[in-house]
């Protein structure tokens, strides 16, 4: 792409992967609005870095997606200051376990509202917007909703939502925007505890049919495929594992 006018808001770009996405897609010549929660220095660092690459490419909005209002107030914050949306990327999640024996209210509602009804009042906020640029909306799931991990109950109801809302919405949106889900597998991060991390590679390893690691800049390819190059998909999730799930 070589345009400079197109936006993207990146919800929980602060860091990790969703730092890396905002990253990328600068890289593309994308503005990029980087939301946060209670990630102010990393999102300001980032914004800052990306600025001095190239001047006034790049805001941030802090919001806790789960106020009965944030999403819309989001939304609007980005039109203030771009004057458009075309490209949302929903990556904000919660991520702990909830043994059946322990779970409760406040589990529910953080773990559904960031990763579920977030996602969804986004999209509902940001429709008229994207009509107008014939823009595009990625959920990014997780590709171990296949197989559910043990003890994570209501994360894994929540991610298996988001990808029945990526079909749903693509319905109910075409044919002006298309909307299409990341499931990323294992990542490896870079960690202070060697030994763990050799651990969790040498796992992940033997279990994965590449027989390799994931990186960040495997899921931004395929965001990136999803919001420039397959203008003809909608309705897809395309689960970036390795094939960890066949194996």
């Not at 990790?16 to 660092?45: V, W, Y």
């Not at 298996?160 to 299409?180: C, E, H």
Request: one cysteine or more; hydrophobic letters at 40%; charged letters at 20%.
């Amino acid at each position: 792409m070589n345009k400079i006018n197109r936006i993207a808001l990146v919800t929980g770009s602060a860091k990790r992967i969703g730092a890396s996405i905002a990253r990328h897609l600068h890289s593309l010549n994308i503005n990029i609005m980087i939301h946060h929660n209670n990630s102010n220095e990393e999102a300001s660092r980032l914004a800052i870095d990306l600025n001095n690459l190239r001047a006034n490419s790049a805001a941030t909005v802090q919001a806790n997606l789960l106020d009965s209002d944030a999403c819309t107030k989001v939304i609007s914050e980005v039109i203030a200051t771009f004057g458009q949306l075309d490209f949302l990327i929903n990556n904000a999640s919660s991520y702990y376990p909830t043994p059946i024996t322990s779970i409760n209210q406040e589990d529910w509602d953080d773990l559904m509202g960031t990763n579920l009804r977030a996602p969804l009042m986004l999209s509902q906020s940001a429709v008229k917007y994207l009509e107008k640029t014939r823009g595009s909306i990625i959920n990014i799931t997780d590709a171990q909703i296949q197989n559910p991990k043990a003890d994570y109950i209501v994360y894994s109801i929540a991610k298996s939502g988001l990808m029945t809302l990526t079909r749903s919405l693509a319905k109910d949106l075409s044919p002006n925007i298309r909307v299409n889900a990341v499931a990323p597998g294992a990542i490896l991060w870079p960690s202070t505890n060697q030994e763990i991390d050799e651990q969790y590679r040498e796992d992940v390893i033997s279990k994965t049919l590449l027989k390799k690691m994931g990186s960040p800049e495997d899921i931004c390819s395929a965001v990136e495929y999803l919001l420039v190059h397959a203008t003809y998909v909608t309705g897809q999730t395309i689960t970036v594992d390795g094939g960890r799930e066949y194996s």
